[in-house]
């Protein structure tokens, strides 16, 4: 006999507070979770372009302005889900745990189908591949760092091989 053995609006918002904290992307990709739109719905957003870099100015002198031009961007709006089916005896043979296990393995897909969204978002944008057989180290990420001219508060993204993680640790 199958019954509503989970509060859905309770587990749904147990996985949405966890979930942007188990993305891959989350730390440089932009997570809008105001959305009040529906799935399949196109929105419009505005896109900024830079405004050039400073200049150097003289005592006294007038800063230059410059104006924010921005283009629009058109955006379809996904839904992504994935649920599970419990029967009053699954939970009566396997206690609590196979909720949580059900919970968990939502929450894993979910997170799967974001990250593979973000991974293939970045097939069109410019990336700088390094395909040396060198291992990583403190010294080359200053020397890649060096190369794009940042300054040390200016934030960066590196992508490493996670075998390689422990060497700069």
């Known amino acids: 006999m199958k019954q509503n053995l989970i509060n859905v609006d309770v587990l749904g918002d147990v996985i949405g507070a966890e979930l942007p904290n188990k993305l891959r992307f989350a730390p440089i990709a932009e997570v809008d979770t105001k959305l009040e739109s529906v799935a399949g719905d196109t929105i419009v957003r505005l896109k900024y372009a830079y405004i050039g870099d400073a200049e150097?100015?003289?005592?006294?002198?007038?800063?230059?302005?410059?104006?924010?031009?921005?283009?629009?961007?058109?955006?379809?709006?996904?839904?992504?889900?994935?649920?599970?089916?419990?029967?009053?005896?699954?939970v009566k043979r396997m206690g609590e745990g196979v909720?949580?296990?059900?919970?968990?393995?939502?929450?894993?897909?979910?997170?799967?189908?974001?990250?593979?969204?973000?991974?293939n978002a970045l097939t069109t944008t410019k990336v700088v591949v390094d395909n040396s057989k060198s291992a990583i180290s403190y010294g080359s990420i200053v020397d890649a760092r060096g190369k794009f001219d940042e300054e040390d508060d200016e934030p960066s993204v590196l992508f490493i091989s996670p075998s390689q993680k422990t060497a700069i640790m």
Do not use: F, R
């Not at 909720?99 to 991974?119: F, G, R, W």
């Open 56 to 90: 150097t100015v003289a005592e006294g002198e007038q800063i230059p302005l410059a104006d924010m031009k921005n283009s629009k961007q058109e955006v379809v709006i996904g839904k992504a889900g994935k649920g599970t089916s419990l029967t009053d005896e699954d």
């Open 99 to 119: 909720i949580n296990e059900a919970k968990n393995q939502i929450t894993l897909a979910i997170k799967n189908k974001i990250d593979t969204d973000c991974y």
